[in-house]
């Protein structure tokens, strides 16, 4: 607990900090539940099943995660596919880079209407996010530039709740309404974080600031690079692989933790700016989109204490050191290895992978694309072998997209921004669903197990 020293003597400090210190061991105290109770209650830690399956709380059309097939009540595992309205994600990704064009906003149109548009309802759909892009008169000095922050996502989080008053009807909840707010959010928010950075920097590493705004007629992952980048240069491949990037992040089915939140919100009946913001919050956990920026922690972390990382063995010995919680944060995990539902494989880490492998050898990223495919190679079994398990473990995700980012000269602090702003369109897409389909605000249930006690009054109290 950190005291203001303005406001206390030295003395007084010390003595507040001993009141904070005793309060704190009453806390501890107080946030005790025994690990039986869960058994004993039937609770399903997480909205987990025994087998690690998610519980169903919901219907939905927008996304669908595959990773395992349940047959006569045992988990199977399965190569991993993600569809968007029932389109393969990686169909989509094929198709995008064969035509050579620019995906992410096709994505979003399909996500919010439920089809692939026809050139010009795409056309039309662009021209609008264009029309939106831009942020309301003085919010960028306002809102972003008078309160520095050293998180992006919050910073993020708070502006786009700062988006509230300068909507006409921020409450509404009709469709059209809340179509509206969706459009104006998806073009808004790159250029929020964008925006956010370049203060970030300036406040925080005495960098110069250099505040860009977006230009009509280019795509979402064009104008984030160059309201990013303080030259506002870039190339037509790095905004084509980024833009790869932001579609395998736009969406990801109704249970992960940032879009059951968002649908959480939603069902209360709050507002779009409330539901958006808190699933910025909740994306930012390093359990959940904040652990890409683990991923790279730990990554340069091997890298400085690895004398051979072309050496299987040096390589699984520090793996094992992470296990045993040794190394790094110390936390047992291989950041980057493993998910929730994918088993053997990850259909977006295995798109990042082959979007990268050239990008990589082309910019002098070889060897460090090389160590990834070796974790990816060798921690399954040595997880296993640690562990006595025998489970299939693929890489996910953000095994390979802190590299992509990497190589785009993108800052680490923003990797997560990014996650968010992909997946703003598929939160969009599931609080619209939210409103339209359900009729029951999201309330599950929780055992209390504290005891009946009597009142004493505060004299006679021990």
């Given at each position: 607990m950190q005291l203001n020293s303005k406001k206390y003597s030295n003395d007084h400090e010390e003595e507040i900090e001993s009141i904070f210190q005793d309060m704190l061991t009453d806390a501890k105290n107080a946030y005790v539940i025994p690990?039986?109770?869960?058994?004993?209650?039937?609770?399903?830690?997480?909205?987990?099943?025994?087998?690690?399956?998610?519980?169903?709380?919901?219907?939905?059309?927008?996304?669908?995660?595959?990773?395992?097939?349940?047959?006569?009540?045992?988990?199977?595992?399965?190569?991993?596919?993600?569809?968007?309205?029932?389109?393969?994600?990686?169909?989509?990704?094929?198709?995008?880079?064969?035509?050579?064009?620019?995906?992410?906003?096709?994505?979003?149109?399909?996500?919010?209407?439920?089809?692939?548009?026809?050139?010009?309802?795409?056309?039309?759909?662009?021209?609008?996010?264009?029309?939106?892009?831009?942020?309301?008169?003085?919010?960028?000095?306002?809102?972003?530039?008078?309160?520095?922050?050293?998180?992006?996502?919050?910073?993020?989080?708070?502006?786009?709740?700062?988006?509230?008053?300068?909507?006409?009807?921020?409450?509404?909840?009709?469709?059209?309404?809340?179509?509206?707010?969706?459009?104006?959010?998806?073009?808004?928010?790159?250029?929020?974080?964008?925006?956010?950075?370049?203060?970030?920097?300036?406040?925080?590493?005495?960098?110069?600031?250099?505040?860009?705004?977006?230009?009509?007629?280019?795509?979402?992952a064009e104008n984030f690079l160059r309201v990013l980048r303080p030259d506002s240069k870039y190339t037509d491949e790095e905004a084509k692989l980024l833009d790869i990037a932001l579609v395998i992040h736009a969406e990801h089915g109704g249970g992960n933790c940032s879009t059951f939140t968002c649908r959480t919100l939603s069902s209360s009946g709050?507002?779009?700016?409330?539901?958006?913001?808190?699933?910025?919050?909740?994306?930012?956990?390093?359990?959940?989109?904040?652990?890409?920026?683990?991923?790279?922690?730990?990554?340069?972390?091997?890298?400085?204490?690895?004398?051979?990382?072309?050496?299987?063995?040096?390589?699984?010995?520090?793996?094992?050191?992470?296990?045993?919680?040794?190394?790094y944060d110390h936390s047992g995990l291989v950041y980057g290895m493993g998910h929730a539902i994918y088993t053997k494989s990850d259909p977006r880490a295995v798109l990042l992978k082959d979007a990268a492998r050239k990008l990589a050898y082309d910019k002098g990223f070889g060897d460090d694309f090389e160590l990834l495919e070796r974790i990816e190679r060798l921690t399954p079994d040595i997880f296993n072998n640690f562990k006595g398990a025998d489970k299939d473990m693929c890489a996910n995700v953000d095994l390979y997209s802190g590299l992509v980012y990497r190589m785009l000269g993108i800052p680490t602090e923003m990797y997560t921004p990014l996650f968010a702003i992909a997946r703003v369109a598929g939160w969009c897409a599931h609080r619209m669903e939210e409103y339209c389909t359900s009729s029951k605000i999201i309330r599950p249930a929780y055992k209390c197990i504290s005891k009946s006690k009597d009142y004493v009054s505060i004299e006679e109290r021990l």
């Open positions: 690990r039986e109770a869960f058994d004993k209650y039937h609770v399903k830690r997480g909205l987990r099943e025994l087998d690690g399956s998610g519980v169903r709380a919901g219907i939905t059309k927008v996304g669908n995660v595959h990773g395992y097939i349940i047959n006569e009540g045992e988990k199977s595992p399965d190569e991993g596919t993600l569809e968007y309205r029932g389109y393969e994600i990686s169909e989509l990704v094929k198709n995008f880079v064969r035509e050579d064009r620019f995906g992410f906003e096709e994505c979003a149109y399909l996500l919010f209407f439920g089809y692939l548009p026809t050139k010009e309802e795409l056309s039309h759909f662009n021209e609008l996010l264009a029309s939106y892009r831009r942020l309301p008169p003085r919010f960028t000095e306002d809102i972003i530039m008078k309160a520095p922050s050293r998180s992006i996502m919050n910073k993020m989080a708070t502006s786009v709740l700062s988006l509230y008053p300068y909507d006409d009807n921020p409450d509404g909840t009709d469709l059209e309404n809340m179509l509206h707010q969706s459009m104006e959010i998806v073009a808004r928010l790159p250029v929020i974080a964008a925006q956010s950075y370049a203060v970030y920097q300036n406040a925080f590493m005495d960098e110069s600031l250099n505040i860009h705004n977006p230009l009509e007629g280019l795509s979402t709050t507002d779009t700016y409330s539901a958006i913001a808190a699933s910025i919050g909740a994306l930012k956990g390093p359990r959940h989109g904040g652990a890409n920026i683990k991923v790279q922690e730990m990554f340069d972390c091997m890298k400085a204490k690895l004398s051979n990382p072309r050496d299987d063995a040096e390589v699984s010995d520090f793996i094992l050191k992470l296990l045993k919680k040794e190394e």
